[in-house]
């Protein structure tokens, strides 16, 4: 095929979206060999795993032929909403649980509950299960989960004269200001160049100092007095105290992960990987328990796996999803990317009875989701564009916070949570 001329790098990605999604939905669903096709779209690398579920439920299922494609996360959302304006969804698909209300909503994903067993359901975590609830009905199972919590140098603690753990969030302060050696070194990082990111990294503290997204009437409440008082206590951290490295707007939660790999950074939140990142760079990091605070909190992102309305295939569809949450087949996705059970009870395995998992189960109780919102991106990625701006310098706490919130008020078709 040609390149429209004049293309700009946007319309043309566009371009090859819908040139992917019409490739794909031109593929017939029976080949001339008779086998049934079922479709599978992954957000994200091509994972071992993928391949090794594939091998294994054609082995399991003569005449079924699965295939499957790959999109990355970042362009995920706008793949699969070039499919749907293209009416060629796939079978089965990787969601990110904010999407789990988008979708719904627009009557594009497949209810599991008839498919599924009381004997399945009571398997799952109840909260990474929820996951891929909304309004009552469940659209999706958890396909691989990570706890956000608090990662340290145990070995620069010790250095420092600080041998126990920060009880309070006035205390991981404290701790990341005695940790802090710049510009050798700092005391703390979050991913300050991602908006999601962002949001993700701190929402433990954020909940802790007692600021939420939605107050307890569900009404939108980012420009809080809560949520003022503790954007003040983050940026002082960063402009005040000076513990995060002066280029924390061009970081995002990943580098920030790296940053502590080598040497660089003493605490931030991360997910169970972090301990394999640093003992594959010899350094000694590891899981702190959520402190107390107003709300002491949790954060589970949850990627979820769900059932397009529009399959030809949902009984075979669902016999997919029961294949891949057999105990096994769940420890091969959870040892590749580094997650954490999903269900209550797991294998006697040596993955599974590592110091970040342990430190997981430990705190299950405290396990929190995001507000379920079907524009839930960009109230999460609104948060995250106040507080840049207030770490930049470029507005204070409330006028960033303010600014953001009169903005989503017009933009949002509903600021408040939706009823059941």
């Known amino acids: 095929m040609t390149i429209p001329n004049g293309a700009t790098r946007r319309s043309l990605f566009a371009w090859i979206l819908l040139v992917l999604g019409a490739t794909w939905s031109g593929c017939a669903d029976v080949p001339d060999d008779g086998d049934v096709v079922l479709k599978i779209v992954w957000m994200g690398p091509e994972l071992e795993t993928y391949g090794v579920w594939k091998a294994g439920f054609e082995a399991e299922h003569p005449g079924v032929t699965i295939e499957q494609q790959y999109v990355s996360y970042d362009q995920g959302p706008t793949f699969y909403n070039t499919m749907i304006q293209g009416d060629n969804l796939p079978d089965l698909g990787f969601l990110f649980m904010g999407m789990i209300p988008e979708y719904a909503e627009r009557g594009v994903l497949e209810p599991l509950d008839a498919f599924m067993s009381a004997a399945e359901r009571a398997e799952w975590i109840d909260v990474a299960l929820s996951a891929g609830e909304y309004k009552g009905k469940t659209y999706g199972v958890p396909l691989v989960g990570a706890n956000r919590t608090l990662y340290v ?104 992960y790296a940053e502590m790999a080598a040497g660089k950074v003493g605490m931030l939140f991360s997910g169970p990987w972090q301990d394999q990142l640093c003992r594959d760079a010899g350094v000694e990091c590891e899981p702190l328990m959520i402190p107390d605070g107003e709300d002491r909190k949790m954060l589970l992102i ?51 009875q590592s110091i970040p998992i342990q430190n997981y189960q430990a705190q299950r109780k405290l396990l929190q989701l995001t507000p379920k919102h079907p524009e839930w991106t960009k109230i999460q990625d609104g948060w995250g564009e106040a507080i840049q701006m207030v770490l930049a310098g470029t507005a204070t706490p409330a006028e960033a916070l303010n600014t953001v919130y009169d903005r989503l008020l017009k933009e949002l078709e509903n600021p408040a949570l939706p009823t059941p």
């Open 302 to 352: 949850v990627d979820v796996f769900g059932m397009f309305s529009t399959s030809q295939h949902k009984d075979l569809g669902y016999e997919f999803i029961r294949f891949i949450q057999r105990l096994e087949n769940r420890r091969l996705i959870d040892m590749e990317v580094g997650g954490v059970p999903m269900t209550k009870n797991v294998a006697d395995d040596p993955y599974y």
């Open 153 to 256: 140098r145990r070995d620069w603690m010790q250095k420092v004269g600080a041998p126990e753990a920060p009880t309070t969030w006035e205390g991981v302060r404290a701790l990341a200001n005695a940790l802090n050696q710049p510009p050798k070194r700092y005391g703390f990082c979050i991913g300050a160049g991602r908006q999601k990111h962002l949001m993700q990294d701190q929402i433990a503290m954020m909940w802790g100092v007692g600021a939420r997204f939605f107050d307890r009437e569900g009404q939108l409440a980012i420009n809080s007095l809560q949520a003022i008082a503790y954007v003040e206590f983050l940026t002082d951290m960063h402009l005040s105290d000076q513990v995060m490295p002066p280029g924390i707007l061009n970081l995002n939660a990943n580098e920030c």
